[in-house]
């Protein structure tokens, strides 16, 4: 059965892979929501404890709560803390899992760009241990996949590593204990020039301006697996080995996405650097392009979509013991696609189908509710999505619109004339063609017809 997910008033599909399977982090609800996956959920409140200092400066956007007997609370900010708590708590260290589910951000709303405070998130995971870059291959592959068959247009996917940042920081003369702020500061390139974060990182986060200037030299660099081989020459990195293992590690990622046959969309980008603290290694976000065909200009992104990376570490803050399970995975922005889709829509005055309904069922004439409900009891029976108007003698025309404001591709009409005959009228909205199909035979006509949809 296809899982669905409800979104601002509307049942969408998700993008849930069928690589993946749920993980049940409280107790399962009803239903199937996919033929290998159990129905999953987590709790939306935890205790502040166990969100705070995992999401650097995001840890500002944090809903803190209290409850009645004074337990300070905290709204889930994202779907990676409670699952890589939930594997210490149950003593799991290998799992292959999908979530699809609200999070919640005390941030400013933008709804023109997806960004609400509640909002929905759709998370791939893989823990264990697992020889390298081969889950990583898979977490970037399945984005590719999603943004490829969504068709939302030109994208590109950003790699870098946590490691090889560091040690960027370490060669340039930045204190060990100012990484993780050096961090958050180029993490703000994709919104601001180079001259502001060098401002800010000299300013407000006591790196010298020497060190700042040598940072700007790498940061500002991109490519693929040629910048890798020419990091891997550079005569600081070589020699630091947090980046020497990074840069290994992320040739070898190179090597799996060329076979995977998808590095044409991947781009090695020294200033990604996602502000989570959480993150130990790989980390990617994917970006959709738009291209300024008027002067020929290269690609500016309009907003990321997607975005994860490694997190070996965050497990074990939750074990008691500190025991440490490796893990990867990639949250996909559901509210942000959306918002991209339904404008792309409004622009192309496209109507959308909001209904999964096959067939209306509709009457003629006055006085004919026994025989629409004998109808629509019939195909029910046969498994046919059909609906009716809830009233006893509707209008054949205010029936007729309904089908095209909602997107009912059939509509099944009995009249007096079609009862005595035996027959029903199967009306084609989009083309308005009308033909008359014997009752014995309307199931199969209505599904041949609905398959060509």
Known sequence: MERRTQVRGGWRGDMCNA????????????????????????????????????????????????DQGGELLALRYDLTVPFARYLAMNKITSMKRYHVAKVYRRDNPATTRGRYREFYQCDFDIAGQFDPMIPDAECLKIVHEILSDLQLGDFVIKVNDRRILNGVFAVCGVPESKFIPACSIVDKLDKMPWEEVRSEMVGERGVSPEAADRIGEY???HGGLDLIERLLQDPKLSQNKLAKEGLGDMKLLFEYLTLFGITGKISFDLSLAR???????????????QQDNEHGEEPVGVGSVAGGGRYDGLVGMFDPKGRKVP??????????IFSILEQRLEASE???????????????????LEERLKLISELWDAGIKAEMLYKKNPKLLNQLQYCEDTGIPLVAIVGEQELKDGVVKLRIVATREEVNVRRES????????????
Do not use: N
Request: charged content about 20%.
């Open 19 to 66: 690589r993946f399977v749920g993980t049940e982090l409280c107790a399962p609800s009803r239903g199937t929501l996919h033929p290998r996956a159990t129905p999953v959920t987590s709790p939306f409140a935890l205790l502040q404890e166990i969100l705070v200092g995992k999401y650097g400066e995001g840890s500002k956007l944090i809903y803190e709560l209290q």
């Open 219 to 221: 940061v500002q660099l």
């Open 275 to 289: 502000g989570l603290d959480y993150y130990t290694g790989v980390i990617f976000e994917a970006v959709l392009l």
């Open 327 to 336: 893990c990867v995975g990639v949250s996909i922005g559901i509210e942000r």
């Open 350 to 368: 496209e109507k959308v189908r909001t209904t999964e309904t096959q067939v209306l069922v509709a009457s003629a004439q006055k006085k004919l």
């Open 442 to 453: 309307l199931v199969e006509e209505i599904r041949i017809r609905t398959s060509q949809c």
